[in-house]
Every structure is written in structure tokens, then in C-alpha cells.
């Protein structure tokens, strides 16, 4: 805990870890690792004969731990049941938060996640100096919340070849049947490769020595583990009001974990620092973990004076220690501004050792910093996410297009190949050469069918203007705006077309091939007037529907008028055209009137607004719009 500390004067401060040590430990646990590898269940063997001075057989029977389970001190026993009690009614609760979801993306594009177990786990439960009954419960427990259906149990045996005695009558309360007697980095690469009766596990789970954490991140990769775990961490941030005899008793109780094993208080009150190490002071000698205890507070522990709260939480946040104590009046409110630690503890009376072996949390958690960016053991840690995805035809038709073009960008044909596959026969955006061009013979020769049917000539009228427009508008809205002023083209094509073969019926409707005032021709006035607005008609609804559906994912009361404004724009190209007929008209027909300039002009204006501009615009928004959505509709549900 010798991070950055220039906001904190500290009354005793820690030794920095020694890389040394490190590098000794992960040289040990390579050449273990490769022993297993290649010798397998005589690897293990050895080194267990070596390092614990046992050699097997390492299988323990589940009768074993049912037996030391009867002859439990009655209450180890209850203790144990309690623990067992409160740790898996927090952990069953944790799934609540684990249940899976799906989500429509897009029209015809639906995904989700599920959370599935692994399928087996090993568990370490360390012995040695002291055997970790309670550790036992923290991994065990989650794994089986989680519904992993196989857990194994390692933990190192005595001399005479048993796993500690309250270590296995846990066991049995918890129902794992799977236990071996091995221990350290041999323990982890049996677990992890396989040797002997044990068969390879997905996952491994469990504090530990230097040599189980060195192991457990060698073989990361092979597995899957809860996290590299290194000495055991308190951090406990105190004001005036916190016991002092609490404090100095939950440093001690870090303390004697490990001789490397870190505890520090950074408080706002210098006198209730000192409080605590005379405290503590005089607590150390008494302690039946003196040994342990002391060589770890005197090399690792730290008291520090904050000058404010604000800058005890930055101390906090900067070395994200895995058990943060807020012994604080308003521990909750400093709990908003902590950004990183294993689990925190909130007010006096809560304390780490509570979370060690009876509340409900889990007690494995991240060390060393490392829950800046990971967390502790919970029943999430023994599931894999695992997203699918479903695509309707239209879903995948839609998508296959953007996707071919990303594909080719990278250069991989063969993805490319794969997305053009499942084109269909509709291409939204267009990806497929010889189906665009299918689609739009199609729409062609309906514009060229309805622009010759009787109902073409119908002349000026808002029924001509909607119908013979229809075609163009969907083609621009199922295949986009090139598409879509290609088809207005070959509709101003189409008009020109009918007015050339019948110039009698269709010489009011077509009025702009009347030559202008000092023209020779009105070809080239025909072609601007009939041409644009047509290649409009094609464009404009495409784009209209993309900017005014944001105003209908606004608020569901305004879709109908964003279906109505979409509709209405492309519309208004047709009023464009008439106005352009009309204003011709009148023009004409102004050489040879009686009336005057301005009666022509003001009757000019309210025919193009009254007569065709607002009805024509209303009746062809209305009908386009809610056509060419169903149809999009449609094809975007492809049969759903």
C-alpha cells in the first residue's frame, strides 16, 4: 500500500514488496507446471512427496468426510451450517441478477444472452498454517448456485496424508463428493491439465500461497480462474468517531493472515491514530498468532492522517484495496466516491472479519490493485455470458448488403460471398445487381402501365397525382434514393411519352410543352418542369421519412403526423408541377384576356393553392405515406 501518498502524513509506513521473491516463486511453478505436463499424476506425486511429504493415494472418499462431519464439535458445526446458511442465500440472490434477455435491434434482427455454468470447477482450500474452513464455503457455495455440475476440492494434506478434519466435515456439509489430498502449484496443473483419475476442470477458484496464485496465473488460458490473489489486504478509513480499540483489533486480525499480509488505517484524527497503535501496540504481545502477526504489522503495516475525508477516499481509490472499512459517521455517502475495492464494509460496527466468515459475502477478492479492473468471487464468476443472434430473412436481407461492403474492404471473399447469399428478393439499399435490376423492371413498367391507363389522363386531378406517383415513392423507400429518382425519371420519361402521342387529350395536363413568351420550343421548358419534380418525387420521401422519424421515436402521439409529414414532401413535388402547369396556363391564356393582370394573377394563386395545391398535397401525403410504411413494414417483418 505504498502508492502515490502526498496527501497522507503518515505516522508508520510500509516496506515496499520485494520482486525477488516473485521471480522465485513463478521460476518454481514454471518447471512444476512443465513436470505435470509432461509426467502427468507422476509429476504431482513427486513434488507432494517433496514439498507436503505425502505421495498418495491423494483420493479422499466421500465416507471419509462424512465421518469427521459426525465427529464435528457441535458448534464448528452449527457455525459452519450458519455460514453455509447466509452465504448461499447471498449467492442465490446474486442470480436474480443473471437471468438472460433477448432485444429486437432492428426490424428482423433479434439478440440476446444467455448465462450458461461451466460444466466442472476445483476449488483450493488451503491448509497448511492455517486451514481455511471458510474458504471451503466462499467457492463452493457460488459453484453450485451457479449450477456447476461437477466441483472437485483440492486441499494440501499432513504428513499422515488427511486434509484437515474440519476442512472435510465442511465438505460433506456441502455435498462435494470429488476430494483430493494435493496441494500447491501441483494441485492447480493437475486440475488444470488433467493427470490420473482427475479429470481436467474448466475453472478453478480458491485463495492461496505465492505458488497456488503463481500457478493459477500460469495456467490462465488453459482455464479459466477467479483471479490472482496475493497477500490479504485491509484498508480501513476512519473519522473521530470510530472506535479506536475496533480499529487496532481489525489491523491485527489482517495482520495475522500472512507475514505478508498488508493492513493500514489512514483516519482524519491524529489522536485517534495514535489511539490505535498504542492499542494495537498493546495487543500484539498477547496475540496466539504473535509470530505471524507482528512480522507482518512491522514490515506491512501503515498509519497515516488524512487533512480531509475527500483526500483519505482519493488514497483509497488510487491503490483499490481488496477490504475497504468505512468506519465513518456517513460511511454511505463516502461509499458513492469509492470507485475501486474487493468488498467494503459500511459504519463501526462492520468489519472484514464479518465478510470472512459468516455474513453472506464472499471473502475471495482482488488484490494487490487488481480491483481497479476485476471483482471478487461471486455466482457470475462460474457462468460464461454466451450472446446468439436471430435474423429473419428481411433482417438478414437488409443487413447483408452494409456487411458484403465491409467484408470487401477487409478483402475477405469469402465472408463477402456469404452475406451476398442471403440476399433474398428484396434489397433494401441494394446489394445485388441482378435482383436491383429485377425490382426496378418491375416498378417501371407499373409507372409506364398506370401513366397510359385511362386514369393517367384524368387531367390535374389529386386521384392522378397520388396513383401514377405511388409506384415511384415505394420504389424510392423500399430500394433507396438512387433507385427512387431513377424511377421518377423514367416516370417524366413516361409523361413526355404520352403527351408526344396524344397532345389533344393531354394539352391541359401538359401545358409546358406551350412554348414560352420569345421561345422558339418549349422541349427544353417541358423537360425542366415534367423531369425534375418527378426525379423529386423519387428522392424526397426517402429522405423526409429518415429525418421525420425522429420526431415519432419522440413520442408514439406523433407518428401518425411524422407518417403524414413524410408523405406530404414527397407530395409536394407533384404541387410543384402543377404550379409550374398553371402558372403556363395563365400565362398563355393572358395574351387573349379581357381581364385584368392582377384578376389573372390572383386567380392563378388560388386555383395553385385552393384548387390543386393543398387538396392535391393532403390527399397524395396521406395515401403515399400510409402505403408505402405498410409495404415497408412488410418487408422488414419478412413473414413475422
Given amino acids: 500500500m ?102 429486437n435491434l432492428s426490424p428482423g434482427v433479434r439478440a440476446g444472452l444467455r448465462y450458461v455454468p461451466v460444466d466442472s470447477a476445483a476449488v483450493y482450500i488451503p491448509g497448511g498454517r492455517y486451514p481455511l474452513v471458510s474458504s471451503a464455503v466462499m467457492c463452493v457455495v457460488p459453484a453450485q448456485e451457479a449450477g456447476v455440475k461437477r466441483i472437485a476440492a483440492f486441499s494440501p494434506p499432513g504428513r499422515d496424508g488427511k486434509i484437515d478434519a474440519t476442512v472435510l466435515a465442511a465438505l460433506a456439509l456441502l455435498g462435494v463428493r470429488e476430494i483430493w489430498a494435493i496441494g500447491g502449484a501441483q494441485a492447480i496443473a493437475a486440475a488444470a491439465l488433467g493427470a490420473g483419475g482427475i479429470g481436467k476442470v474448466d475453472f478453478i477458484a480458491g485463495p492461496g500461497n505465492a505458488y497456488v496464485a503463481e500457478a493459477k496465473r500460469a495456467f490462465f488460458g488453459t482455464v479459466g480462474i477467479d483471479g490472482v490473489a496475493g497477500p490479504s489486504e485491509v484498508l480501513i478509513l476512519a473519522d473521530e468517531g470510530a472506535n479506536y480499540k475496533y480499529a487496532a483489533r481489525d489491523l491485527l486480525a489482517q495482520s495475522e493472515h500472512d507475514p505478508m499480509a498488508r493492513a493500514c488505517l489512514v483516519t482524519t484524527s491524529e489522536a485517534s491514530a495514535r489511539s490505535v497503535t498504542d492499542e494495537l501496540d498493546s495487543l500484539l504481545p498477547r496475540l496466539a498468532t504473535k509470530e505471524t502477526a507482528e512480522a507482518s504489522w512491522r514490515r506491512n503495516g501503515a498509519v497515516g492522517i488524512a487533512d480531509s475525508l475527500d ?58 490493485g487488481r480491483a481497479k479492473f476485476s471483482s471478487g468471487l461471486w ?4 457462468m460464461k455470458v454466451m450472446t446468439h443472434l436471430d435474423l429473419s430473412p428481411a433482417g438478414a436481407r437488409r443487413l447483408c448488403g452494409p456487411g458484403e461492403t465491409l467484408a470487401r474492404t477487409e478483402g475477405l471473399d469469402a465472408h463477402a460471398n456469404a452475406l451476398r447469399a442471403r440476399g433474398g428478393d428484396f434489397i433494401v439499399n441494394g446489394s445485388s445487381k441482378v435482383r436491383d435490376f429485377a425490382v426496378t423492371s418491375m416498378f417501371a413498367a407499373i409507372i409506364f402501365i398506370m401513366t397510359f391507363s385511362p386514369l393517367g389522363f384524368i387531367p390535374l386531378g389529386a386521384m392522378n397525382a397520388t396513383v401514377i406517383h405511388v409506384p415511384v415513392i415505394i420504389g424510392a423507400i423500399v430500394m433507396g434514393p438512387r433507385i427512387g429518382a431513377f424511377l421518377g425519371f423514367l416516370f417524366g420519361l413516361a409523361s413526355l411519352l404520352r403527351a408526344t402521342i396524344s397532345p389533344t387529350l393531354t394539352s391541359f395536363v401538359f401545358s409546358p410543352l406551350i412554348p414560352l413568351p420569345g421561345t422558339d420550343s418549349g422541349s427544353l421548358w417541358a423537360l425542366l418542369v415534367c423531369f425534375g419534380p418527378r426525379i423529386l418525387v423519387g428522392v424526397t420521401p426517402y429522405y423526409a421519412d429518415k429525418f421525420f422519424s425522429k420526431l415519432a421515436a419522440a413520442s408514439a402521439k406523433w407518428r401518425f403526423v411524422s407518417t403524414f409529414l413524410a408523405g406530404l414532401a414527397g407530395s409536394l413535388t407533384n404541387t410543384v408541377l402543377v404550379m409550374g402547369l398553371i402558372f403556363l396556363i395563365f400565362q398563355n391564356a393572358y395574351a387573349s384576356a379581357t381581364s385584368s393582370a392582377a384578376e389573372l394573377v390572383l386567380g392563378m394563386i388560388l386555383s395553385v393553392v385552393f384548387v390543386h395545391g393543398i387538396p392535391e398535397a393532403l390527399v397524395a401525403g396521406v395515401f403515399t405515406s400510409a402505403v408505402c410504411r405498410a409495404l415497408d413494414s412488410f418487408l422488414k417483418r419478412g413473414g413475422r
Wanted: proline share 5%.
Fill in 379 to 382: 455466482t457470475g464468476s462460474f
Fill in 2 to 103: 505504498d502508492t502515490e501518498k502526498s496527501f497522507i502524513r503518515w505516522l508508520k509506513e510500509s516496506e515496499p514488496p520485494s520482486d525477488r521473491t516473485a521471480t522465485e516463486v513463478a521460476q518454481t511453478v514454471a518447471e512444476i507446471a512443465r513436470e505435470v505436463r509432461l509426467r502427468g499424476m507422476d509429476a504431482v506425486r513427486e513434488y507432494s512427496l517433496r514439498l507436503d511429504g505425502y505421495g498418495g493415494p491423494f483420493e479422499t472418499p466421500y465416507e471419509t468426510a462424512l465421518a469427521e462431519l459426525e465427529s464435528l464439535n457441535p458448534a464448528v458445526r452449527s457455525a459452519i451450517e450458519e455460514s453455509i446458511r447466509n452465504v448461499r442465500r447471498f449467492h442465490s440472490l446474486e442470480m436474480e441478477t443473471l437471468s438472460g434477455h433477448e432485444w
Fill in 311 to 368: 483526500d483519505a477516499i482519493d488514497y483509497a481509490n488510487s491503490i483499490a484495496p481488496e477490504h475497504l472499512q468505512l468506519a465513518l459517521a456517513n460511511p454511505r455517502d463516502a461509499l458513492e466516491k469509492c470507485r475501486s475495492y474487493g468488498a467494503a464494509f459500511l459504519g463501526y460496527s462492520s468489519s472484514e472479519v464479518f465478510g470472512d466468515y459468516i455474513a453472506g459475502t464472499n471473502h475471495t477478492l482482488p488484490t494487490a
